[in-house]
């Protein structure tokens, strides 16, 4: 069964150090989304792709976070520096878009705790 | 901004008797809603989802109702089983823009 792979599955690093997680999304998926789930809280988007082009960035904190998609197939996201505010589970989602909606398929997300 | 709300941070429900589940939401554009079941370490999975020309969408045990006026949908699960005792995430978007808003999350139990 197709599934979105994540990379690393832990992470631990200190603050101001930088940290990069991996997603590649289900083949053929044309819309990818990196999330933030924070303990206790829902996902909240911080950045969704459709193919390498960026559609919202609009919650991602740009002056440490960066995304990237450039072949419009798997997606790195980095933060630099990182901050002990952004221990969170950082997950990502890919969906087959034609038009409209589909529903979304989540990995296992990479846990970060930053020490 | 939470513009996806469920105000439950938890349910327990009794095997085989009927789980509810609620959500409201404030952004009138949104027109597609999704229920998202998740397990402990691993990534939320879709459950069923419903759009907004619709007030109901049921797919076995799952069955989920919107109240478009009321700005409200709910999940029911029945007869709910123990393997359903998980945390259910509230999603919505707008139909052309595919950009998923979630709620809080409702963790239910199930005792046996």
């Known amino acids: 069964e197709a599934e979105v792979a994540q990379s690393p599955r832990y992470k631990i690093t200190e603050k101001s150090q930088a940290v990069a997680f991996w997603c590649d999304p289900i083949s053929g998926h044309a819309t990818l989304y990196w999330y933030r789930q924070i303990l206790g809280q829902g996902p909240e988007l911080l950045v969704q792709f459709q193919d390498e082009s960026v559609v919202d960035d609009s919650q991602l904190p740009k002056d440490r976070f960066s995304a990237e998609r450039l072949k419009g197939v798997d997606s790195t996201l980095k933060i630099q520096p990182a901050e002990l505010g952004d221990s969170a589970m950082y997950l990502c989602?890919?969906?087959?878009?034609?038009?409209?909606?589909?529903?979304?398929?989540f990995g296992q997300g990479t846990r970060l705790t930053v020490v | 901004d939470q513009q996806v709300k469920q105000n439950s941070p938890s349910l327990s429900v009794q095997e085989g008797r009927i789980s509810i589940l609620n959500c409201d939401y404030t952004n009138s554009m949104f027109d597609y809603f999704l229920w998202y079941k998740k397990y402990p370490a691993e990534g939320p999975t879709f459950l069923i989802s419903i759009s907004s020309i619709k007030d109901k969408n049921e797919d076995g045990r799952f069955t989920v109702f919107l109240n478009k006026s009321a700005k409200h949908l709910s999940l029911h699960i029945v007869p709910s089983q123990p393997g359903d005792s998980a945390v259910y995430f509230c999603a919505a978007t707008v139909y052309n823009n595919n950009d998923m808003r979630f709620g809080a999350g409702t963790r239910l139990t199930v005792k046996p």
């Open positions: 989602a890919s969906s087959f878009r034609t038009g409209g909606v589909t529903e979304a398929f």
